[in-house]
């Protein structure tokens, strides 16, 4: 009910010491990639790839004469570094007001978490995009990682026309999922039986996972309805039964041909399916600035990051001169990569099955 003033004017309202995020999406990808970052060196980032063969052998007999030519068979695929700022502005009123005895939580550390949030969130939007963003300052992500030529027509610098083993795998679903359509996808993306060619993770949307929910036999709908669906960490690249699932954050998963299938609301209508042995995200560390986590005055999707996130810093807080109030940056350096694009795949536009 609602009280009057002759309640309200003497009795203290209740806030709840924690902020519940109702705006940004969910975004696994992110969350995985930060998570388990790997160190940025150098000027630029280059990874020996093996781009032909070497067509020089042949079979002999007696004293046939050897061949002693030499066939270049690798490039550099090439990454360079790229970076992110978001800013964090306070008027120093608001501090003031907010370390009285009043305060429920920090207004800076608040902030901050919020902010930090925010950017991860714009991070998201590049590491699905092409990387041609803001001229081309956006980090790389799979619509030019993943793909075929079709959006993109090089990676890492280097041509898919001239080198088409570099081309991942897309096929366009013409709004329909089927068993033989997903089929196509791990085929076309796995290399073999070998466990580590074969797809680590398929991601979509909440709507083209449960797309998936109705191709699947009554009785496997029957044990992901009791509650057994298995979970997905920030580090497992397999799936973890949800009986033994203890603490962290865990992300629910269907699975296909063993592999996880992950709800990422920042998929849109496409369905990804990636191999994170050959994806990697290499962060650069500023020795001057504070490696930033997501802490805990926020829930959300991003409230359970490690402590050290690589390549995700905050500046500290500075002081305008000419305004009463803090200024400082978080800042996100590093880039997206990837070794081999020929085990990665997108099933384009499903709609419906």
């Not at 619509?143 to 898919?160: F, I, M, Q």
């Not at 029957?222 to 009986?243: F, K, L, W």
């Not at 390549?311 to 400082?328: A, K, W, Y």
Request: net charge neutral; aromatic share 10%.
């Amino acid at each position: 009910m609602t009280f009057t003033q002759r309640v309200t004017t003497i009795t203290q309202d209740k806030i709840v010491p924690k902020t519940f995020d109702n705006y940004l999406d969910d975004n696994f990808l992110t969350y995985r990639i930060i998570a388990n970052g790997k160190k940025w060196v150098g000027e630029s980032l280059k990874i020996p790839a093996k781009l032909a063969k070497n067509t020089q052998g042949g079979s002999f007999a007696g004293n046939d004469e050897h061949s002693t030519g030499t066939v270049n068979v690798r490039r550099h695929l090439k990454y360079y570094l790229k970076a992110y700022e978001i800013p964090v502005a306070i008027p120093r009123l608001d501090q003031l007001v907010n370390a009285t005895d009043a305060q429920v939580l920090s207004l800076i550390k608040t902030e901050m978490e919020s902010t930090a949030m925010d950017g991860a969130d714009d991070s998201a939007d590049m590491l699905y995009g092409d990387g041609t963003g803001n001229g081309g300052k956006d980090f790389d992500g799979l619509a030019n990682l993943a793909d075929d030529g079709t959006v993109a027509g090089s990676v890492g610098t280097l041509s898919r026309t001239v080198w088409p083993t570099l081309a991942g795998y897309r096929l366009a679903s013409g709004g329909l999922m089927n068993l033989t359509k997903l089929g196509a996808v791990f085929v076309n993306v796995a290399g073999g039986s070998a466990s580590k060619q074969r797809p680590t993770l398929f991601l979509s949307d909440e709507t083209r996972q449960s797309l998936y929910e109705q191709l699947l036999t009554p009785t496997v709908r029957a044990n992901y309805d009791m509650g057994n669906a298995p979970m997905v960490t920030r580090r497992s690249r397999g799936a973890i039964p949800a009986g033994s699932f203890k603490g962290g954050q865990g992300f629910v998963s269907y699975i296909y041909r063993g592999v996880p299938w992950i709800a990422d609301e920042k998929c849109g209508s496409d369905i990804w399916a990636l191999n994170e042995n050959y994806l990697d995200w290499y962060g650069l560390k500023d020795p001057q600035m504070q490696q930033v986590s997501f802490g805990q005055t926020h829930d959300s999707s991003y409230n359970e990051q490690p402590t050290k996130n690589t390549g995700l810093q905050f500046s500290g807080m500075m002081r305008p001169t000419n305004q009463f109030g803090d200024v400082g940056h978080l800042y996100l350096l590093g880039n997206y990569t990837c070794s081999q694009p020929r085990r990665q795949g997108i099933f384009t536009g499903v709609n419906t099955v």
